[in-house]
Every structure is written in C-alpha cells, then in structure tokens.
C-alpha cells in the first residue's frame, strides 16, 4: 500500500482548515491503495524538530513505503527525517536552509547544524521541490540552496509565494506521476 503523509507549516492552526492540506489529502485518497495521513502535529506554532521527528516516526509511522509532503517547517522537518530515516520520497514545498534570523524558526532546531545533504539523497528514492521567486518569506537564495544540494524535480514559479492557497493541483500532478512511475 502507497502512503502519503502531509505536513503543515507552523503557526497553521487545525490542518483540516489550513491551506490546501486538506484538498490534497481528499485528491490523494482518490487513488487507488493509497493511505493519506493529515494530522494536526504537536507543538504546532514553533514546529520544534525534538517533538516532530518522534511523532513523525512513532505516531506517523513514516517508513520506506512513506512520500512525505512537507510543506514550510514540514518541508524542514521532512528533510530532517529523511537524514535518520528511508522514506519512498519526499516533496518540499516552500523550503529553506536557514532560520532567516527569525527566532521562531531558530528556536525549531532545525538549522541548529549543518543540513546531512549526502544522508538525505541516500535514504530517499525521489524528491520533488516546489518553490516561488516571489515567496514573501524565503528568499529564492535558500530554495536554490536545496537545488544545488539535492537535485530534485524542481517546480519553479515566479507567482505562487508562499503556496498559501486552497488548492494545489501541481502537487496533486507531480506526486501521481511519481507514483505512476513505481512506487
């Protein structure tokens, strides 16, 4: 069985009402064998890294048959994941590199060491990255970053920002045809 598991940006709120992480979760249960996961995540305004990984790992159950769909902190927390664990892929979504000098982020942990660039490719079978020049909070610098690093199918647009919407039909496209490809 295919598994798919969304996670939120920090600050969100409820993940049923946030974005588009609904949306896709309903598109994605359309497939056939295909578990989606979309929980609300503990300690969801900071998205600190020690309370994410376990939960992502012992209530998640994120494993090699697991796409991750990591959106903001998700994305960090996805990358993060990836560096400790083998999960199938994983799609970042308006990802960085750095806390910004932001001390919201810098309290996550995420950017607390140097990203395991090399662990992360290893332990993943694909990676998708959708990013936008005009994000209004990461500077298209920390998207490229994770390009140069990690080679992954990029989604660039110059219109999206912060991929704030309802809906995202790109990402519902790009992971079927992953999935298409063999799981």
């Known amino acids: 069985m295919k598994r798919i598991v969304i996670l939120p940006g920090n600050g969100g709120g409820s993940v049923e009402t946030s974005n588009w992480?609904?949306?896709?979760?309903?598109?994605?249960?359309e497939l056939n064998d295909t578990e989606v996961i979309l929980r609300d995540m503990p300690d969801p305004e900071i998205a600190r890294e020690k309370y994410w990984i376990p939960f992502m790992h012992n209530e998640l159950k994120c494993d090699e048959n697991t796409?991750?769909?990591g959106h903001s902190s998700g994305a960090e927390a996805a990358k993060r994941y990836?560096?400790?664990?083998?999960v199938h892929g994983i799609v970042l979504v308006s990802s960085c590199v750095?806390?910004?000098?932001?001390?919201t982020e810098k309290e996550s942990g995420y950017?607390?060491?140097?990203?395991?660039?090399?662990?992360?490719?290893?332990n993943t079978e694909w990676i998708i990255q959708?990013?936008?020049t005009d994000d209004p909070f990461i500077p298209w610098q920390e998207q490229q970053e994770i390009v140069?690093?990690?080679s992954p199918e990029l989604y660039k647009y110059t219109n999206k920002g912060h991929f704030m919407t309802s809906v995202f039909p790109e990402l519902i496209k790009a992971v079927k045809k992953r999935l298409e490809c063999g799981y």
Do not use: C, H, M
């Open 67 to 69: 796409v991750i769909i």
């Open 21 to 29: 992480y609904s949306w896709a979760r309903d598109r994605f249960q």
């Open 148 to 150: 140069n690093q990690l």
């Open 98 to 103: 750095t806390d910004l000098g932001d001390d």
């Open 130 to 132: 959708f990013g936008s």
């Open 82 to 86: 990836a560096e400790k664990y083998k």
């Open 111 to 122: 950017y607390s060491r140097p990203w395991e660039w090399k662990k992360i490719k290893e």
